[in-house]
Structures are given as structure tokens and as C-alpha cells.
């Protein structure tokens, strides 16, 4: 199965060589909220990728988890190249969509969304920001498979009519 960790550190390899983020150099890549990362002595570096997770869940034998991406990076006063800021960061999008679901992460297990809608953003502050945000789900197989447990105590295996039991030893019996 492919962690939250692996995502992330997928996500930040794209984001390092991706020649507008990173340039085979440490990329502007975080998850959450990028301004609660930096200090306020330290400024944002532009173009920026940054990921929120939303959730995590089951649906059978998929583990999926959602996240929003953003691409952000600087307009100029007035928001006078605000349409080519979108464009550029709607472009990284895509790359990355193109990425996660052209690259065969652990052995092609990882999927991503191939349906995705991109919202253009503009956010006025200290840093007057425009870009993209999109949801991506990564969906992984997930087995249901209680010999990946790590227990702590001993267990025996039963078979009875009913099917193969693991039996904890305080009892408790487990369904395989």
C-alpha cells in the first residue's frame, strides 16, 4: 500500500523536477498551507505547489485519498497578467495529472483521477496570487489481510467448520 508519506514524497520529486517549480532543484512544494510553513522573515518562493489533504478513506479494496491541489504564482499590480498566470499554472496542473497517472509508482498500483476540473483563483494580500486549485483522489488496492497486523502477542491458528480463525491469547478469536 502507498502511505500518505509516499504520496508526499512523490509530490515533492515532481515539484524538484519540474523546470518551473524546481529545476532538478529543491522545488516550491508543501502540504497544507504554505504560510503557516515559512516564517514571516522568509518570503514564498514563486511558482509554488502546494497540496491539502482532505480526506482518506475505503471503498472496498481501494484505499483512496483525496487531496486539493494548488499551483499559485505572482501577478503584477493591477492583476494586468493575471490570465497568463492562470494559464502557466493551469499548464503545471496538467503536468502533474499527466504525471501521477503516466508514471508507474510501485508497479503501477498508484492510480489518479483522470477526470479533473481546474478552478482559477486570485487571491489579493500581501503577495497578489492567481493559479489554479484541483482535487485529485490517489487510489491504491487495499487488502484486507490481518497477517499485515502488526500484533504484539502470540497467535495461533484454528480452523473450525466455520473457516480459519487467528486466536489471541486472551481469547479473542479473529476471522481470516
Sequence with gaps: ??????????QRDFANRHSQLGNGNEGHYFVGDPWDEVSGAQDVKYPLLFAVVEDARLNGTEHVTSMTVYVVDKVLKGLINEKEVWSDCEQI????????QQTKFDKGLLKINTNV?????????????????????????????????PFAVQLDYLLDDTGVFLTTDDGLKLLL
Design 1 to 10: 500500500m502507498i502511505t500518505l508519506n509516499n504520496l508526499i514524497s512523490y
Design 93 to 100: 496542473g496538467l503536468d502533474f495529472v499527466t504525471y501521477f
Design 117 to 149: 476540473s481546474f478552478d482559477f483563483v486570485t487571491e489579493l494580500g500581501d503577495d497578489e496570487i492567481g493559479g489554479v486549485k484541483f482535487k485529485v483522489d490517489f487510489r491504491t488496492p487495499y487488502e484486507w489481510d490481518l497477517c499485515s497486523i
